[in-house]
């Protein structure tokens, strides 16, 4: 149902390569809803930034240029995941709707990945941003 570990893994298993490893992926994730079959299939994207210097300020400079190229103007509300740093996550929006989440791991997170340098990302319903797009 998120695209967001596949990337944790990918960084995980490459980290004999050089750094900045920043990466993103597009693609199908399924989640319930309210269909016939009980499954809502989504596009997302997600990006991820993996370096010593990378914070939550880098991952969100990286969302508003993406979302401001599309026309559009998005808010970060502050809100708890435990996958995230206290402070340092919240969920995305665009006109007061939720399109995705963004933070910086916790360092646990990282922890039993077995990784030792901070991570960044975020996750956006591509099909929802391009709705609120045309909509502009």
Known sequence: N???????????????YEYPQNLFE?????????????????EHLSVMLCHDKTDFTEI???LETLIRAL???CEVKESDYPHFITGR??????????????GELHPQVITNWQMVMPV?????????????????
Do not use: Y
């Not at 994730?29 to 079959?37: C, M, P, Q, Y």
């Not at 996550?89 to 963004?102: R, S």
């Not at 990302?121 to 045309?134: D, P, S």
């Open 26 to 42: 597009i693609g199908r994730i399924f989640v319930s809803g309210d269909t016939e079959t009980g499954v809502l299939e989504e």
């Open 60 to 62: 969100r400079q990286v």
């Open 2 to 16: 998120a695209i967001l570990p596949s990337l944790m893994k990918n960084l995980a298993e490459n980290q004999h």
């Open 89 to 102: 996550g919240g969920d995305i929006t665009i006109h007061n709707k939720n399109i995705g989440i963004i």
């Open 120 to 136: 960044v990302g975020f996750e956006l319903n591509l099909q929802e941003v391009f709705k609120l797009a045309w909509k502009h």
């Open 71 to 73: 026309g559009l103007k």
